[in-house]
């Protein structure tokens, strides 16, 4: 664990950082060490349009259609009760109750039809400008990481230019 380096690569795009990643797999390297991540992240929206009537109506369709029919049978059962019984002391109030179930499943999608709010719908995506490809191996895997992407690393910045440099270093404090 001592000799592990961080290896980054930089891409403009999140497509170029999956590709890598996928040509690495398909050289046979471990790819869930590996971690994509990214730079100056932002979000933002659009608006899709308003949340209107039509929305509202389409999204409590299946709600309401079932209410209606539930109480379109609850009254059909007691007005046919109504007629069929001779008993003239239960039908004003069957009357009543066939209204009060009428007006109980109508009057929220009435509500609803004379309301006059609109919220505007927005899509939200977080976005970022740069991505990071991001692994902690040894020193041998990061130099064979490199050759598959393909990535150059100027001669100042390679690691075996930053080994001899430190041994000449450490060679001229010596003597």
Request: hydrophobic residues 40%; charged residues 25%; glycine residues 6%.
């Given at each position: 664990?001592?000799?592990?380096?961080?290896?980054?690569?930089?891409?403009?795009?999140?497509?170029?950082?999956?590709?890598?990643v996928?040509?690495?797999?398909k050289?046979?390297?471990?790819?869930?060490?590996?971690?994509?991540?990214?730079k100056?992240?932002?979000?933002?929206?659009?608006?899709?349009?308003?949340?209107?009537?039509?929305?509202?109506?389409?999204?409590?369709?299946?709600?309401?259609?079932f209410a209606?029919?539930l109480?379109?049978?609850?009254?059909?059962?007691?007005?046919?009760?109504?007629?069929?019984?001779?008993?003239p002391?239960?039908?004003?109030?069957?009357?009543?109750?066939?209204?009060?179930?009428?007006?109980?499943?109508?009057?929220?999608?009435?509500?609803?039809?004379?309301?006059?709010?609109?919220?505007?719908?927005?899509k939200?995506?977080?976005k970022?400008?740069?991505?990071?490809?991001?692994?902690?191996?040894?020193n041998t895997?990061?130099?064979?990481?490199?050759?598959?992407?393909?990535?150059?690393?100027?001669?100042?910045?390679?690691?075996?230019?930053?080994?001899?440099?430190?041994?000449?270093?450490?060679?001229?404090?010596?003597?």
């Amino acid at each position: 664990m001592e000799n592990q380096q961080l290896f980054v690569a930089n891409y403009k795009t999140l497509q170029q950082a999956e590709d890598a990643v996928k040509k690495l797999k398909k050289s046979g390297c471990d790819i869930t060490k590996f971690s994509i991540i990214g730079k100056d992240c932002y979000t933002e929206q659009n608006v899709l349009g308003y949340f209107n009537i039509y929305d509202k109506m389409e999204k409590w369709s299946t709600t309401g259609l079932f209410a209606i029919g539930l109480a379109g049978l609850l009254f059909g059962l007691l007005f046919i009760f109504n007629f069929t019984a001779s008993l003239p002391y239960f039908r004003i109030p069957i009357i009543y109750a066939c209204a009060a179930i009428l007006l109980g499943a109508t009057l929220p999608l009435i509500g609803m039809g004379f309301s006059k709010e609109k919220n505007i719908k927005y899509k939200t995506e977080v976005k970022a400008r740069k991505y990071v490809l991001v692994a902690q191996e040894t020193n041998t895997k990061i130099e064979m990481i490199r050759n598959i992407l393909e990535i150059h690393i100027p001669k100042e910045n390679s690691i075996a230019e930053k080994e001899s440099r430190m041994l000449l270093e450490s060679q001229s404090f010596e003597l």
